[in-house]
């Protein structure tokens, strides 16, 4: 009986390539065979977006990509970093195990109450930022931030979370324990998942006597916070919006210190 190793290269291809990227690096050890199957294009190529159109525009923003010898290489140049897209509004980076699409919408292109006004919000630049731009925040008594993204944009039959990414620079107004941030998930056509948590990692929630912020809020390692909004699946049936909010309308003390980066959306 023929070993599976002892296949013809192509047909290890054709198997390999309906698997995932990290199947494919781990069986690319068996054999000679298996190495050059696994490392052809005819095998990445399936791991990569299948639109060609948006790939060129991916590639456009990044010129270095447009030389990359293979599409193993380009797969793992979209999965090392993200790339500015949209002049700037957007990240868009591949799932390093998995191949799915991770997108961060920048701080510009988020809904910010008063962005707009001087006296309470800054646009400034930040060396560990990704984006030319990030939000830092005077002083508000109302915190309220939105963002949106369609579904049609995001890898199907995949469960996403959305993530607020944040700083904390000098903070005031966010240590109150009985006045958490409501964060929520609202997909359109169907269910609102809402909670309320700490910006601050330090908060103590007096009420189950534990730090609930620590165990919410996480340092990146971009050396950024981040902490999940929500989760939503996306089945990859229709053109469904999806809206990410974080509010404190609650509580009318003064807040300050908050430096926002944008809201990740990337594989549960």
Not at 52 to 62: E, G, K, L, P
Not at 100 to 111: D, E, H, T, V
Request: aromatic share 8%; with cysteine; net charge negative.
């Amino acid at each position: 009986m023929t070993q599976f190793e002892e296949l013809p290269e192509g047909c290890i291809a054709t198997v390999l390539s309906r698997t995932t990227p990290i199947d494919a690096c781990r069986l690319s050890v068996v054999s000679n065979t298996f190495r050059s199957a696994a490392d052809s294009d005819a095998v990445w190529n399936q791991f990569l977006p299948s639109d060609s159109q948006f790939m060129d525009s991916i590639i456009s923003n990044s010129p270095p990509l447009a030389n990359v010898p293979s599409k193993k290489a380009l797969y793992l140049a979209l999965s090392d970093r993200p790339i500015i897209i949209d002049n700037g509004l957007k990240s868009f980076q591949l799932d390093r195990k998995s191949g799915k699409i991770c997108y961060m919408l920048a701080a510009r292109s988020l809904s910010i109450a008063w962005v707009d006004d001087k006296r309470y919000w800054e646009w400034i630049s930040m060396p560990n930022s990704r984006f030319p731009k990030v939000a830092k925040l005077h002083i508000v008594c109302w915190l309220d931030i939105r963002g949106m993204i369609n579904m049609h944009d995001l890898s199907p039959n995949t469960q996403y979370a959305a993530y607020l990414v944040f700083n904390l620079i000098n903070a005031s107004g966010f240590h109150n324990p009985n006045s958490p941030v409501e964060i929520s998930v609202d997909v359109e056509g169907g269910r609102r998942s809402t909670k309320n948590v700490y910006l601050d990692p330090t908060v103590e929630d007096r009420s189950h006597n534990r730090e609930v912020g620590l165990q919410q809020t996480s340092v990146r390692n971009d050396g950024w916070l981040e902490i999940e909004i929500g989760e939503f699946f996306n089945p990859g049936l229709e053109d469904e919006e999806v809206q990410m909010n974080v509010k404190e309308t609650n509580d009318y003390s003064s807040k300050m210190g908050l430096f926002v980066e944008g809201i990740e959306v990337r594989p549960k």
